[in-house]
């Protein structure tokens, strides 16, 4: 079975710069989730997707994050325009979930981002 | 709010010696737990997770954890490191209902010498 993909895998932009990072979740996952994790920190939930709806994304600054998922399958996060403090490891993950909370999500490698 | 705490921002360990790394939440009701490791350059990985039932749960790698809700703990244990586990460890602990968020720790890092 294919794990969670992600690309690009490196991205180095310079501040106010706009970046796209693009997740393909394991087949038949409904749930998609979009994770920013900085150095040294554990992931934080930026976004949660059942199918193409939003389940919760009060963690995304919606003043220059944006995140879809057109036909419930593939996503896209962007971030426009970057600041200094968007550098990080941005982590996709998907789940079977029936949104009951136990079933495990599994992660891509991530798009580590660095802005200058 | 959920919360976790993971004492210890780096464990080292000699090859062969017990693992502990610890993990302490706070919730208002039994929360789902669990334990990802993660390598280098790498995503996530589960080691393990607590959801309902035997509150002693074994897991890949011959890691186990066990769950005390007196205790709020959650702590992973293995009883030989192996110079392959090196790595991350990250606690994490999502309240048992619909669309909620699993919340992180701030990772551990073993580290295992020969």
């Known amino acids: 079975e294919a794990g969670v993909a992600q690309s690009p895998r490196y991205k180095i932009i310079e501040k106010r710069q706009s970046v796209a990072f693009w997740c393909n979740p394991i087949?038949?996952?409904?749930?998609l989730y979009w994770y920013q994790q900085i150095l040294g920190q554990g992931p934080k939930l930026l976004i949660q997707f059942q199918n193409n709806g939003v389940v919760d994304d009060s963690q995304l600054p919606k003043d220059r994050f944006s995140a879809e998922r057109l036909k419930g399958v593939d996503s896209t996060l962007k971030i426009q325009p970057a600041k200094l403090e968007d550098s990080a490891v941005y982590l996709c993950?998907?789940?079977?979930?029936?949104?009951?909370?136990?079933?495990?999500?599994?992660f891509g490698p991530g798009t580590r981002l660095l802005v200058l | 709010a959920q919360s976790v705490t993971q004492l210890g921002s780096h464990v080292s360990v000699s090859e062969g010696a017990l693992v502990l790394l610890r993990c302490n939440y706070s919730?208002?009701?039994?929360?789902?737990l669990f334990w990802y490791v993660q390598y280098p350059n790498q995503g996530l990985q589960l080691l393990l997770k607590?959801?309902?039932?035997?509150?002693l749960v074994k897991g890949i790698n011959g890691f186990e954890a066990e769950f005390k809700k007196s205790e709020t703990s959650f702590h992973l244990t293995k009883p030989s490191a192996h110079m392959s586990d090196a790595a991350e460890y990250f606690c994490a602990v999502r309240e048992n209902q619909a669309g909620t968020a699993l919340i992180f720790g701030k990772g551990t890092t073993l580290s295992v010498s020969s």
């Open positions: 607590y959801t309902t039932g035997a509150t």
């Open positions: 919730s208002s009701v039994p929360p789902y």
């Open positions: 993950a998907s789940s079977l979930e029936g949104l009951a909370g136990r079933e495990t999500q599994y």
């Open positions: 087949s038949g996952h409904a749930t």
